[in-house]
């Protein structure tokens, strides 16, 4: 799932599903690697270093974290398993179960705890170089919340900007301003995402160039009919 770099700590972020020895259950966590150059690229190695663990992660989808590399937001995008009845509740009732956790590295390990919460389908989220702002991709609501960072890490919800995809992945561009990625066409994603051989499904990218989410646009739009570079559509 998600995956997050820290260019200056030469540091990775991963969000890692493991199958319980013990149980039908997943065993969630992020785990943190660090980058070892050496010579070309090609000569460049991971080294696990630790692993992010909380009762809280549920089911959890994508990582950031701060630039001093103490603190990270993780979004639980569901609540229960896709192959439970209730997960089907979940989803197609746009139920807001999910949530963002907020881990703190203190001596060695990570604190962790619930900071927002009460939104459907939390997917995609990024925070700027300030840790001032966080932005939180909310799939089934449709929307891209903003969250504002106050004393002690906590989020307040600043406001909800619609969107006219299911965003799925959220970063901030170089320069300023960010861009969405997502589906824009929900139920033929779901096709795909169930038979990817057989379906296709468009996909998109909204770009905002303001930074404060209120000069949208595509940025590019792809659909099956849509030729790639080679000729060839998705």
């Not at 050496?38 to 974290?65: C, M, Q, Y």
């Not at 979940?90 to 990570?110: H, I, L, M, N, P």
Request: aromatic letters at 10%.
């Amino acid at each position: 799932h998600g995956i997050f770099l820290s260019a200056k700590f030469e540091t990775l972020y991963v969000v890692n599903h493991l199958s319980s020895p013990t149980s039908d259950e997943l065993v969630e966590h992020v785990s943190v690697f660090s980058i070892l150059r050496s010579g070309t690229l090609a000569d460049w190695r991971i080294e696990w270093k630790t692993d992010i663990t909380s009762p809280l992660f549920r089911s959890i989808n994508s990582v950031t974290v701060t630039t001093d590399g103490t603190t990270a937001y993780i979004t639980n995008w569901r609540f229960y398993l896709p192959e439970s009845f209730l997960a089907i509740i979940e989803v197609f009732g746009r139920q807001k179960w999910g949530y963002v956790v907020r881990c703190d590295a203190v001596d060695g390990s990570f604190t962790c705890a619930e900071v927002a919460n009460k939104i459907a389908m939390p997917n995609g989220i990024v925070m700027n170089e300030e840790a001032s702002k966080l932005f939180v991709a909310s799939s089934l609501q449709k929307e891209l919340l903003e969250y504002n960072v106050v004393d002690g890490g906590a989020l307040k919800l600043a406001r909800k900007v619609p969107l006219e995809l299911v965003p799925d992945n959220v970063t901030i561009r170089r320069g300023g301003g960010l861009l969405v990625a997502g589906h824009p066409k929900a139920l033929t994603y779901s096709s795909y995402s169930k038979d990817p051989e057989n379906a296709s499904s468009p996909c998109g990218v909204v770009a905002d160039s303001s930074g404060s989410c209120e000069q949208r646009q595509w940025a590019f739009r792809f659909s099956p009919s849509t030729p790639l570079p080679g000729g060839r559509g998705i």
